[in-house]
């Protein structure tokens, strides 16, 4: 089987709901510990022998690209193809196209991963996948308790606070460059959408259950919480 030795980072979001932090700095760039997260993340990638990485930027694009653009002690190549506005996670894609030879993995770039990539390449390659998926079991505590009601308006049952659990996408996929395809130019256009309209023209598209985790720094609580689980680890190296 070939190797996969490309991957793209989507790191364009605007970071809503991490305001105000990345009202001056973009979501990828906001620290874990003594590092920015993207930076975290191009260590996973070459851990992972990936050495060609292309970095999808928007919002406060120049922050990445300067940080970025001559870091030659990391080992890897890195470019960068910015969008003028925010384009969503496939729009994001779409803007680096030209530079995507092969298959390749894309990630988003406001999650740190522990897994390897190599069982989920060959896993996409076996199963000889237009676009593979990441998954992870996800358990979750709901904040309020469900009722079910009959017809006539009668209480059946109360659950105080039920427990949910299910299979999660955590942002990371391998895909060939004929998924690319699916995602219009020059429009905002999530990766969601993508995937539904490839499953429509029924291409393979498959869903992989790694085994690891990852750290999802969404809003400022799982940021917090990341950053200062990194920061516990830097003060036991020191």
Not at 26 to 55: A, S, Y
């Amino acid at each position: 089987m070939a190797k996969i030795k490309k991957a793209v980072v989507l790191a364009g979001g605007l970071g809503t709901r991490l305001r105000p932090y990345t009202l001056f700095v973009p979501k990828p760039m906001l620290p874990l510990g003594d590092k920015p997260v993207l930076e975290h993340l191009l260590e996973w990638l070459r851990q992972n022998e990936i050495d060609n990485v292309l970095i999808c930027t928007s919002y406060l694009g120049r922050v990445i690209e300067e940080y970025f653009g001559d870091r030659s002690d990391l080992g890897i190549q890195v470019s960068f193809y910015r969008t003028p506005s925010v384009m969503g996670t496939a729009g994001q894609l779409k803007a680096a196209e030209k530079a995507i030879d092969g298959a390749f993995v894309c990630i988003y770039g406001d999650s740190v991963f522990n897994f390897g990539l190599k069982p989920l390449i060959e896993f996409h390659q076996k199963k000889r996948a237009k676009a593979t998926m990441v998954l992870m079991k996800y358990d979750t505590t709901l904040s309020y308790g469900f009722i079910d009601i009959e017809m006539g308006g009668e209480i059946r049952s109360w659950r105080e606070k039920p427990k949910v659990s299910g299979l999660v996408n955590v942002g990371c996929y391998v895909m060939e460059k004929s998924f690319l395809k699916y995602i219009p130019k020059g429009t905002m256009y999530g990766m969601d959408q993508a995937f539904n309209k490839a499953k429509e023209d029924g291409e393979p598209i498959f869903g992989y259950k790694a085994k690891g985790n990852f750290i999802d720094i969404g809003d400022r609580q799982a940021y917090a919480a990341a950053n200062n689980q990194y920061l516990d680890r830097l003060g036991k190296v020191l």
